[in-house]
């Protein structure tokens, strides 16, 4: 019975131990400066310069106070600020994106894998929500003002709308250096190569035409 006892415990314990290892590694060092040299070699992040070689600018960013052209099918453009911009981001475990909306424009239904996401609206109203996962599906949403804030939870699939007739603005804080993002109607219906149209007529219950005609559409990626 101890030995069982022991076993549950290790197993805990190890889920514990990967679930806390999920996000960003915390630091080791004062910071870790993003270095493009060993371009043959994969590791999760970057690797570092010698801080004695770190720079003013490698912690700096210019730029994100100017608008972006949102005239584009989604009616919105997303400016990232992240290790790939700021190379001294590289294992501090966050990133910025400023927002442009056009009047109705949205940030279309996506994910990020690998991060939370807090977003502040600087101008405009925004419509925004996320959906829980399987089995509830549970929608929230909420209508957001200027100065207002709203939070969207790791890997839930989330969305902004600009339901004002003025251009829109919100910028986004995001618990990760590189986030990821996965919209979802282009991954669906314009992966490379596409997914075999039996599959999504079933999954989405719509006639394999219907789901034909979407593959051939071109799926607009704002980012």
Avoid at 22 to 50: H, M, R, T, W
């Amino acid at each position: 019975m101890k030995g069982v006892q022991f076993l549950v415990a290790f197993v805990v314990l190890a889920l514990a131990s990967s679930f806390a290892s999920a996000s960003d590694p915390s630091p080791l060092q004062d910071f870790c400066v993003a270095i493009d040299d060993y371009k043959s070699v994969f590791v999760n992040g970057k690797f570092c310069k010698d801080p004695k070689h770190a720079t003013a600018d490698d912690f700096f960013y210019s730029g994100i106070n100017i608008p972006q052209n949102t005239s584009n099918l989604v009616g919105s453009t997303v400016t990232p600020v992240n290790v790939a911009q700021i190379p001294g981001l590289n294992t501090l475990g966050v990133s910025l994106v400023r927002i442009d909306y056009a009047p109705y424009g949205q940030n279309a239904p996506h994910t990020h894998p690998r991060a939370s996401e807090i977003l502040f609206v600087q101008e405009g109203t925004l419509y925004v929500g996320f959906v829980t996962s399987n089995p509830d599906n549970k929608l929230f949403t909420k209508v957001l003002n200027k100065g207002d804030v709203f939070v969207f939870p790791i890997g839930l699939i989330h969305f902004q709308f600009n339901i004002g007739k003025t251009n829109a603005v919100a910028f986004a804080a995001l618990s990760s250096q590189n986030p990821g993002v996965i919209t979802i109607a282009n991954a669906v219906f314009g992966s490379d190569p596409p997914i075999n149209p039996d599959v999504l007529a079933k999954a989405f219950q719509l006639d394999q035409n219907v789901v034909k005609s979407l593959q051939a559409k071109f799926w607009w990626d704002n980012n």
